[in-house]
């Protein structure tokens, strides 16, 4: 069992996005990784996908995520379901933060761009 304080955890950035790992192989774990990430408004994440299902529960703001092609807005309280290997992208629309939590079927977790080149991120998972 672990307790871990996340104020003291590492923090790590792509432009627009803040990014925290709450949990992942760091800490032992071999099936799943947790990231906190803050999107600013105006930013989006680089189109991606992942070998591995995310799950990903919006607790602030508002976005719209391009999942293989469909575009699907969303706002506060809400849970986006991503199926392994689909490339998508999120973006944040409104005026504020867009403040998520990432649950990925992975550690770490391995994420290239949709073409298939290694997408290197500044944090681990």
Known sequence: MSIIRNAE???????????????????GLQRFSVWKQTIAPGA????????CEE??????GRGRLLLDGGEYDFGPDTTLIVPPDASHQLFNTGSEALEIIAVLGMTPV????????PLPLPWAS
């Open 9 to 27: 955890l590492p923090r790590a950035s792509l432009p627009g996005i803040d990014h925290v790992t709450l949990a992942g192989s760091i800490n």
């Open 44 to 51: 989006a994440s680089p189109p991606h996908r992942h070998d």
């Open 55 to 60: 799950v990903i529960v919006v607790q602030a």
């Open 110 to 117: 391995e994420v290239v761009f949709p073409d298939g080149a």
